[in-house]
């Protein structure tokens, strides 16, 4: 038995293509100023993401281990997560147990997940900056 020889799939398009996601490399130009902002408004909306659903976390996660409203878990919630500390004036022997242990491991999430947003919303500015010194570099050695 013979096997038939697959058929040649479509051509690609001539000259160079970009990857969906892929970032320029040292020997490409600078990337146009509307495709940069909307990798910027992607890395934005991504960043905020994480913030949104670490903020979500906090909320649920006070609110359901504490004695907290749901705009008071907002509001302990957000002071974790912008790293300025609890608010909760109790005494810590009159806090439960579970509202210890979640606070302890939400603040320690909450500095990962603050440093991993900041960034991802900043990573595009940076590449465009240091993409640019080095094609400059490369220029002057020519």
Do not use: C
Request: aromatic letters at 10%.
């Amino acid at each position: 038995m013979t096997a038939t020889p697959a058929m040649p799939g479509p051509a690609s398009p001539p000259g160079p293509r970009r990857r969906r996601g892929r970032w320029e490399s040292h020997h490409e130009p600078l990337l146009p100023w509307p495709l940069f902002r909307r990798r910027f408004v992607r890395s934005a909306l991504a960043g905020l993401g994480v913030i949104g659903v670490s903020l979500a976390i906090g909320v649920i996660g006070y609110h359901v281990t504490g004695p907290f409203s749901w705009l008071d878990a907002l509001y302990n919630a957000s002071m974790i997560l912008g790293g300025m500390g609890p608010v909760d004036s109790r005494p810590l022997e009159q806090q439960p147990a579970a509202l210890k242990l979640f606070a302890s491991f939400y603040a320690l999430y909450s500095g990962v997940a603050l440093l991993t947003s900041v960034g991802v919303m900043f990573a595009p500015v940076m590449h465009r900056v240091l993409h640019r010194f080095h094609l400059e570099s490369a220029g002057d050695r020519d």
